[in-house]
């Protein structure tokens, strides 16, 4: 079975810097999807990146890029220059492309202080 | 623009009874899931569907069952609602592939 593990529940970082959130996974598949989610206090879930598993070049999207090592399982997010309006809940998510299942880690609250 | 919608923001029921959370996708989306929010344990898939009538268990199934006899409608159903059931529920829909979620606006449903 796969599993999605984020070990900071919590981290805070200063406007305008940069902050790394972090995420493993486990599973014997070869061919699957990743993704960094975001939920602001609104709480409507909000995609922030995707990697697919075959591409070795890591995502990007403009401030966010994501630096996925394959073989040890891990995929963390980089936010850069840092935004009041990054403030959320960030989710990793990760995608069979066998069975389409879609599980979450448990998620890490980030605070962007001014 | 995909809607994903759900038919409650907010439910309260009392133990025993038996609930039906709707869920409505307007993009001919092959998959749909049903997931719960509980703070600190993010969120748990409870069951998804890849094909009409077609389901599969996720990861926390016990106390719930599943409909998809359309391709755009997933229910989720409690059988017996208990007051561990009290939760944040989440409906979303995918394409195949790497085709992201879209969520629902979620269901507070409040179980006494």
């Known amino acids: 079975a796969q599993t999605v593990t984020q070990s900071q529940p919590e981290m805070s970082v200063q406007e305008a810097e940069t902050v790394t959130l972090s995420c493993t996974y486990d599973?014997?598949?070869?061919?699957?999807?990743l993704f960094w989610y975001k939920q602001p206090p609104s709480r409507q879930m909000i995609l922030v990146i995707r990697q697919e598993a075959y591409k070795q070049q890591n995502a990007t999207e403009n401030r966010f890029s994501v630096n996925f090592q394959k073989a040890a399982k891990s995929f963390s997010l980089k936010i850069s220059d840092s935004q009041l309006g990054d403030t959320a809940m960030y989710f990793c998510?990760?995608?069979?492309?066998?069975?389409?299942?879609?599980?979450f880690g448990q998620g890490t609250t980030l605070q962007v202080k001014p | 623009d995909v809607k994903v919608t759900q038919s409650s923001r907010y439910l309260v029921k009392r133990t025993g009874e038996k609930v039906f959370l709707e869920c409505v996708q307007d993009?001919?989306?092959?998959?749909m899931f049903w997931y719960r929010q509980d703070p600190g344990l993010g969120l748990r898939l409870i069951y998804f569907?890849?094909?009409?009538?077609?389901?599969e268990k996720g990861d926390i199934p016990e106390g719930y069952s599943v409909s998809r006899e359309k391709k755009e409608r997933f229910s989720l159903i409690l059988e017996s609602a208990s007051t561990n059931q009290t939760s944040m529920y989440l409906c979303?829909?995918?394409?195949?592939?790497?085709?992201?979620?879209?969520f629902g606006n979620g269901t507070r449903l409040t179980v006494t």
């Open positions: 599973t014997s598949e070869n061919n699957y999807y």
């Open positions: 979303a829909s995918s394409r195949q592939g790497a085709s992201p979620l879209h």
């Open positions: 569907s890849y094909d009409v009538k077609m389901k």
């Open positions: 993009m001919d989306h092959e998959n």
């Open positions: 998510a990760f995608k069979s492309g066998n069975t389409g299942k879609l599980i």
